[in-house]
């Protein structure tokens, strides 16, 4: 399902964080937002699952204004894993992961046999079929991380927003959640902070400063040493991996004395 911002800004207690963000995703894609801390894309992305509205512009998701939409349809269509969470009573992984299930249950009926049977392949797909009956509160950091990638999995959405999915997850665990959420198929909308995880394995990138987007396009065409220099503040030298021809990016200090030079 595309996903479209409209000329979409944000302010929180009469501030404007975001400013007239132009972005667009097709049926599928994997679009990364990154950009340094306090650049705006966490504020951003809760504007695109509902957690905030846009001071002006729209969010659209199918060509609908999902800040419209009734909360059951924009449930079934967008699912979001925000970068904090909290949980007040330990529930177990199991009972957390079947919430995900409750924009397609009616009535008050508990999860049906297909609901678990979903939860259950869900679990075993991020690697946490194990702790099914542990209580969430007991999880490490990526343990959770885990749970709650599978529990967005379960609800089916059609566009998926994950703000630092990688966040607490060891290298092999990163590369496995970004390839399964990649092969589920929904169009994804992510935050993050590694740029060579976002340049193999995003379609396209938009790079916010300051709350505004100042680069979008392929990784290979944005991430180049000058705008990384410029935005980032630091020394970026690209390669290409040898296997998927994909950019890959080596990092150094940028010194001052190299900050006016064509080395950069």
């Known amino acids: 399902m595309d996903l479209a911002l409209d000329s979409v800004s944000v302010e929180l207690a009469g501030t404007r964080l975001v400013h007239d963000v132009a972005l667009k995703a097709s049926a599928g894609q994997m679009v990364g937002l990154v950009g340094p801390n306090g650049s705006g894309k966490s504020t951003l992305l809760r504007c695109v699952y509902r957690a905030l509205r846009p001071a002006t512009g729209a969010v659209l998701v199918g060509g609908d204004d999902l800040h419209a939409l009734a909360p059951r349809e924009a449930a079934r269509r967008v699912a979001a894993l925000p970068q904090e969470h909290s949980a007040e009573f330990d529930f177990t992984v199991a009972e957390v992961v079947a919430m995900g299930r409750l924009p397609h249950r009616r009535g008050f009926g508990g999860p049906s046999d297909g609901d678990l049977g979903r939860c259950t ?119 290409r991996h040898p296997g998927t021809g994909a950019v890959h990016l080596l990092f150094d200090r940028l010194r001052p004395d190299l900050a006016s030079s064509d080395q950069i």
């Open 121 to 239: 392949e869900a679990l075993r797909q991020v690697g946490a079929g194990h702790l099914a009956e542990r209580g969430f509160l007991s999880l490490s950091g990526g343990e959770k991380q885990r749970v709650l990638i599978a529990r967005a999995l379960v609800q089916e959405p059609r566009l998926l927003v994950l703000d630092e999915p990688t966040n607490h997850l060891d290298i092999g665990h990163q590369l496995e959640v970004l390839a399964l959420v990649r092969a589920a198929g929904p169009t994804v909308l992510t935050a993050l902070h590694d740029l060579n995880l976002a340049a193999g394995h995003c379609d396209l990138l938009y790079v916010l400063r300051a709350g505004r987007i100042v680069a979008s396009g392929p990784p290979a065409e944005v991430l180049e040493p000058g705008l990384l220099a410029e935005v980032f503040g630091i020394r970026a030298t690209p390669v």
